[in-house]
């Protein structure tokens, strides 16, 4: 028997993701970022240099050997200092954050822009619940007081739960690539095929039923069919979109590589974000191009007035703008 073969849109529909391979160049796309992050880098270097917690800025080693070596020296992992994006809390005037011109390129590239036009449609905005992951080999880790890496495998959740319910109706889609590829050794992302047909499930703070090492907000694992996950191993250019109902995570990095990735999110234009403390712009209009944004030092300064706003909101445990839908105490969230 014959079967015609599923689009992208529905096997997107079924699956609830799907993987669209080499929608990013490498050369023109991701080589840029690498490039920019390395300047990232050697800030972060030598501001921990003159502050004297690190012994020598390490400017001979690779991008990788660097990095390691800078987290095992401070003993911490240094993630602000490459996300474009800031923290819920405590923000000061000089919270580091990066959010420069080759990564806005990413964020435009008509490819992926393509892709997630066949998704939501024509109007797009980029919703700025985004992120960095730059995770070294568990093995070069430091460890917390409980004996995990600084920074590991992520918690099983859904990206609607991360947002407020302003956004309840919001048809957001997550896109997630590496910089570099991403072997099942490295902690690729990893899914529940179908877990997005079950609606929101309830999300519990630092619940310890997923085993007690697994810190932060997350699913517990009777809410849905844990043994039905799949890894979701990429290479460098291809682009993992999620619905924001599937149940995913990510594995640990277990291998000899740096593992290296962005999640951008984008929903029509128009519909709530579920982050209002943060900026979206306009990234693709069909009905109005002239509202696009395409202008990386515009995309910067937004973050940076943001910076300016937080760093006087949500100080010392005070949440004047709250950034998570979840209560303690749900008995979904029982032992
Ligand atoms: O890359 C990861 O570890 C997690 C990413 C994720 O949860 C997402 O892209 O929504
Ligand atoms: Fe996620």
Known sequence: MVTASKTFTEEFLENGFVIAEGVLDPETVLDPIINEYHGVLDRLASELYETGKISSKFESLSFDERLIKIYQETGQAHNQYFDFSLPFQDVKEDTPFWAGPAVFNAFTNEKLLDRVEQLIGPEIYSNPVQHVRIKPPEKHLPTDD???????????????????????????????????????????????????????????????????????????????????????????????????????????????????????????????????????????????????????????????????????????????IPFSRWEDGHPDCEM
């Open 146 to 320: 409980l004996g995990m890496p600084v920074i590991g495998a992520t918690v099983w959740h859904q990206d609607h739960g991360v947002v407020t319910e302003e956004a309840d109706e919001t048809n957001m889609i997550t896109t997630w690539f590496s910089l570099t590829d991403t072997p099942v050794e490295s902690g690729p992302l990893r899914v529940v095929p179908g877990s997005h047909r079950d609606g929101l499930l309830t999300h519990c703070n630092d619940y310890e039923g997923n085993g007690p090492e697994f810190k932060g907000r997350q699913i517990p694992e009777r809410l849905f069919e844990n043994d039905e996950a799949v890894p979701l191993p990429t290479r460098r250019g291809d682009v993992v979109f999620l619905h924001r109902q599937l149940v995913h995570g990510s594995l640990p990095n277990v291998g000899d590589n740096i593992r290296w990735s962005f999640d951008l999110r984008y929903n029509p234009t128009g519909q709530n974000t579920g982050r209002k403390a943060f900026p979206g712009f306009v990234a693709r209009s069909r009905t109005n191009p002239d509202s696009e944004l395409r202008d990386p030092v515009k995309w910067h300064q937004m973050w940076s007035d943001t910076r300016t706003r937080m760093a006087r909101i949500n100080q010392a445990g005070t949440d004047e």
